[in-house]
Structure formats: structure tokens, C-alpha cells
């Protein structure tokens, strides 16, 4: 019986053929994303843009209903504190009903998709005078406006992180930090 053993040659990211570095680039994109830290991304912006705490769900696949959509209870100080307009805004119906809450809620299309036209702003005013209803009208129409504007955002920011985090160029600085090796095919050592 005679034992043969196979030389394989190793490589570094960089010198691996087009074809090969296309085939480590691939499957290193296959789990580059984590989630976790684009949602805590998009709370982040939220809460900068005067919407903290609410759920976050997203799904950017590059399909039809994809998008960034965000369910919960609207802080009314901390969207009065963004601007002046909000304020105003918010002080108006206050002045009618001191107490009044809006959300924004889930609607049909919410139930299979995330993204910025499965949000509905729902709310009440207590107040029997159509002043209060008014008021209630601009802020429905504008709060519903700037949460669409928003997810449009998001959506956009999303998407260049993955690109970015799937990327040929993170994955050559990936793989050099971690000194990762490469057979001639592209896969890793």
C-alpha cells in the first residue's frame, strides 16, 4: 500500500483569483448582517427624530413589501421637543384634551409586509368641540406624513449598510484583521 498526500496552497484574500475572491466575498455576505445591530440603528435615528420606544421590524431582500416599518406609542414630549411646529402642533389639541394619545398601529398590509404604508396613526381626542377634531386632523395628517418620510429613510440607510457590510471592501479588511487563508477555489481555510 503507498500513501499519497495532496499539496494545497493557501492564500491570502488578496491574491486569490476574481472568480475565487467573487465565490469568498459571496459566501462571506451570506452572514455578515447582523440584524440585531441595524435595528438598534434604526431605534437610534427614531429616537433622534422624536419617536422612541417604539418596535422596529424591517425586511430588506430587495423584494416587493420590503422596508422599515415602526409600531407603537408616540412620546408626545419627545416630539415636541424635534421642532416648533410639533409643538405647536400638539399644544393645539392639548388644549382640548390634555390627555390625548396617538399610536401608530399595524394596519392590513401590516400583517405580511414592513415598510412605510403599514403604519396607520390612530388616536383620540375627548372633547366635544369640532375645533379639537381639526386639530386632530393636521396632526393625523402630518405625524402620518413624517412617519412615511421616515421609513423611506430607513429603508434607504438599511440598505447601504448591508451593501456596505456584504461588501468586497469590508470583506478584504475581514478577512486581513483576521489573517483568514484561502484555498485557490475561494473557500476559507
Known amino acids: 500500500m503507498r500513501e499519497i498526500t495532496e499539496t494545497k496552497l493557501l492564500f491570502c ?21 447582523e440584524p440585531s445591530l441595524i435595528t438598534e440603528n434604526f431605534q437610534t435615528i427614531l ?17 416587493q413589501g420590503d422596508g422599515v416599518a415602526f409600531y407603537g406609542i408616540v412620546d408626545l414630549d419627545s416630539l415636541s421637543a ?16 390634555p390627555d390625548f394619545s396617538a399610536n401608530i398601529s399595524r394596519n392590513s398590509y401590516g400583517n405580511h409586509y414592513s415598510h412605510w404604508g403599514t403604519m396607520t396613526v390612530t388616536g383620540e381626542v375627548d372633547s366635544d368641540k369640532p375645533e379639537a377634531d381639526k386639530a386632530w386632523e393636521v396632526f393625523e395628517k402630518r405625524l402620518t406624513n413624517y412617519i412615511q418620510n421616515i421609513s423611506h429613510e430607513l429603508e434607504k440607510i438599511g440598505y447601504d449598510e448591508i451593501e456596505h457590510e456584504q461588501g468586497k471592501e469590508r470583506f478584504l479588511e475581514t478577512a486581513e484583521a483576521n489573517d483568514w487563508e484561502f484555498f485557490a477555489n475561494g473557500v476559507r481555510y
Open 47 to 63: 429616537e433622534e427624530k422624536g419617536l422612541p420606544g417604539l418596535d422596529v421590524e424591517w425586511s430588506l431582500n430587495c423584494c
Open 13 to 33: 484574500a488578496n491574491e486569490l483569483s476574481e472568480k475565487s475572491l467573487e465565490k469568498a466575498v459571496s459566501d462571506f455576505a451570506e452572514d455578515a448582517v
Open 82 to 97: 424635534v421642532s416648533d411646529e410639533w409643538k405647536e402642533i400638539i399644544d393645539g389639541i392639548k388644549k382640548y384634551d
